[in-house]
């Protein structure tokens, strides 16, 4: 079964995050074949639009944690480095795709996958959905660019208290606060999503191109970006981050003593 399922239709190419059983969580091989399919989809002129979306109850739930912890008990570097070789380029290539990019958050959006949501131009979110930066939580920083995304939807009151508090924010709420930009029955996003990145497509995508270019991709996001991967970095050596994922698959309530 294919981690990614991709599909055209109307000049729009959907990329549905395929791991249900695990709400979609980033495994490495999924995070490599997105990062690919979408610098394809970027280069390729007969997509106008993109809509990007889970399968089953969650839109994503960030990280797979399993892996994470079976890579860092391994004593494999890799976890350390996701940040800069996974997560940022595929933020960047989101940012600077030349096209417009929606979010079709069908459920839950957890870390890295809500921070895939705040990264897109637009958000349709089923009445469902929840969005959670739970970083803390496993004894880590913000990444996937939402130290610099999510500040500019909500505000930086609004984004500390998601951060520091680790609390969902439901739907609706999401839609008061600026954070998504409608709201729809559940099961109706991802058709809801398709409907307008249609009628994005045939509009003047390179004045999109444009407008995208202007609004958002500078180096003010690449700066975030590269403080981002240094202070996760710093983060997942800690003894914090190990005790907390080594608790989450305990499913036992960690103890923090701040190393």
Same mark, same amino acid.
């Given at each position: 079964?294919?981690? @990614?399922? $991709?599909d055209?239709?109307?000049?729009?190419?959907?990329?549905?995050? +395929?791991r249900?059983?695990?709400?979609?969580?980033?495994?490495?091989?999924?995070?490599?074949?997105?990062?690919?399919?979408?610098?394809?989809?970027?280069?390729?002129?007969?997509?106008?639009?993109?809509?990007?979306?889970?399968?089953?109850? %969650?839109?994503?739930?960030?990280?797979?944690?399993?892996?994470?912890?079976?890579?860092?008990?391994?004593?494999?570097? !890799?976890?350390?480095?996701?940040?800069?070789?996974?997560? +940022?380029?595929?933020?960047? !290539?989101?940012?600077?795709?030349?096209?417009?990019v929606? !979010?079709? #958050? +069908?459920?839950?959006?957890?870390?890295?996958? %809500?921070?895939?949501?705040? %990264?897109?131009?637009?958000?349709?979110?089923?009445?469902g959905?929840?969005?959670?930066?739970?970083?803390?939580?496993?004894?880590?920083?913000?990444?996937?660019?939402?130290?610099?995304?999510?500040?500019?939807? $909500?505000?930086?009151?609004?984004?500390?208290?998601?951060?520091?508090?680790?609390?969902?924010?439901?739907?609706?709420?999401?839609?008061?606060?600026?954070? #998504? +930009?409608?709201? #729809?029955?559940?099961?109706? %996003?991802?058709?809801?999503?398709? *409907?307008?990145?249609a009628? @994005?497509?045939?509009?003047?995508?390179?004045?999109? !191109?444009?407008?995208? *270019?202007?609004?958002?991709f500078?180096?003010?996001?690449?700066?975030?970006?590269?403080?981002?991967?240094?202070?996760?970095?710093?983060?997942?050596?800690?003894?914090?981050?190990?005790?907390?994922?080594?608790?989450?698959?305990?499913?036992?309530?960690?103890?923090?003593?701040?190393?």
């Amino acid at each position: 079964m294919s981690e @990614l399922l $991709i599909d055209d239709a109307e000049g729009v190419r959907t990329f549905t995050l +395929n791991r249900p059983e695990a709400f979609n969580a980033f495994t490495v091989a999924l995070k490599e074949r997105l990062l690919e399919a979408v610098l394809e989809a970027a280069a390729d002129d007969a997509v106008r639009a993109v809509v990007l979306t889970g399968a089953g109850k %969650a839109f994503c739930a960030g990280q797979d944690l399993k892996e994470h912890v079976a890579l860092l008990e391994a004593g494999d570097p !890799a976890p350390l480095h996701t940040v800069e070789r996974h997560y +940022n380029p595929l933020v960047k !290539a989101i940012v600077g795709m030349p096209k417009p990019v929606i !979010a079709a #958050v +069908n459920g839950t959006a957890a870390g890295a996958g %809500a921070s895939l949501a705040y %990264a897109s131009d637009l958000r349709i979110a089923a009445a469902g959905a929840k969005f959670l930066m739970a970083f803390a939580n496993v004894g880590l920083t913000a990444d996937s660019g939402a130290s610099w995304t999510l500040p500019r939807l $909500i505000g930086h009151g609004r984004a500390m208290e998601m951060m520091l508090l680790a609390q969902p924010v439901g739907a609706e709420e999401a839609l008061r606060i600026g954070m #998504v +930009n409608r709201v #729809v029955p559940d099961g109706e %996003a991802l058709s809801a999503a398709r *409907e307008l990145a249609a009628r @994005l497509a045939a509009g003047p995508t390179t004045a999109y !191109a444009k407008i995208k *270019e202007a609004m958002a991709f500078s180096g003010e996001l690449a700066a975030a970006l590269d403080v981002e991967a240094r202070t996760q970095a710093e983060a997942g050596s800690t003894v914090d981050h190990r005790e907390a994922v080594a608790a989450f698959v305990a499913k036992r309530k960690p103890v923090f003593t701040g190393r």
